[in-house]
């Protein structure tokens, strides 16, 4: 089975740009989550999305929002960019219970300028 | 929410020796326990999880403990090896529904040969 491919691996913009990014999970996943990873605040959750819901949420500002479709492909959109948004932007896949093992990505790093 | 608190930060052993990693949870709630390894330019890969109608469990050289009377779980590494050297990050999930992992700030693992 192929992993949980991410897309682009590498990304600048400007502040005040909006940026998407996308992730495909493992054939048969159903749940896609996002986590924020940088090296002073660790990762950090953002949201999971199941069945195109999103059924938990972090502590991000609204500028940071996400979206799933019926093939489980996820994509996760944030606006208004700001310095701090600089981060390596992991999603992780599974098959959609409770407790799982997830499965991460190789991540995007953004950069913010 | 969820607060989960990981020492040491950084941890230095000989070839051989033993590795001790703890963390500490502030949500009676939580019930699901995972530690995840993270390589260096690489994705976080799950090597061991606990829940919490468990006080132990191990997997070869690895072993975790949890004490959910003091909200502390920690992990164990025996007869480390150079490709132990990692980071660590544990976490903590309190989801009935999904995955929504809170993480530790993470342990920086070097093995000395």
């Known amino acids: 089975k192929a992993g949980v491919t991410q897309t682009p691996r590498y990304l600048i913009k400007t502040r005040g740009q909006q940026v998407t990014l996308s992730c495909s999970p493992i054939?048969?996943?159903?749940?896609v989550s996002w986590y924020q990873q940088t090296p002073g605040q660790g990762l950090q959750f953002l949201f999971e999305?199941?069945?195109?819901?999103?059924?938990n949420k972090g502590n991000f500002p609204g500028r940071f929002s996400g979206r799933q479709f019926s093939n489980s492909r996820s994509e996760m959109n944030v606006s208004t960019l700001e310095l701090g948004d600089s981060a390596l932007y992991l999603c992780?896949?599974?098959?959609?219970?409770?407790?799982?093992?997830?499965?991460f990505g190789s991540g995007t790093q953004l950069s913010v300028l | 929410g969820e607060n989960v608190e990981q020492h040491p930060s950084t941890l230095s052993v000989q070839e051989g020796d033993s590795a001790v990693i703890k963390c500490t949870y502030s949500?009676?709630?939580?019930?699901?326990f995972p530690w995840y390894k993270q390589e260096l330019g690489k994705r976080p890969q799950l090597i061991i999880d606990?829940?919490?109608?468990?006080g132990e469990k191990k997997d070869q050289r690895i072993a975790v403990t949890l004490n959910k009377t003091a909200k502390h779980f920690s992990l164990h590494i025996t007869e480390t090896q150079p490709e132990d050297s990692a980071v660590y990050f544990c976490?903590?999930?309190?989801?009935?529904?999904?995955?929504?992992?809170?993480f530790g700030g993470g342990t920086r693992l070097m093995v000395k040969p």
């Open positions: 992780a896949s599974s098959l959609g219970g409770a407790r799982e093992k997830l499965f």
């Open positions: 606990i829940r919490s109608n468990v």
């Open positions: 976490a903590a999930s309190r989801s009935r529904a999904g995955n929504m992992l809170t």
């Open positions: 999305y199941f069945s195109e819901t999103q059924r």
């Open positions: 054939s048969g996943h159903r749940s």
């Open positions: 949500d009676s709630a939580s019930n699901y």
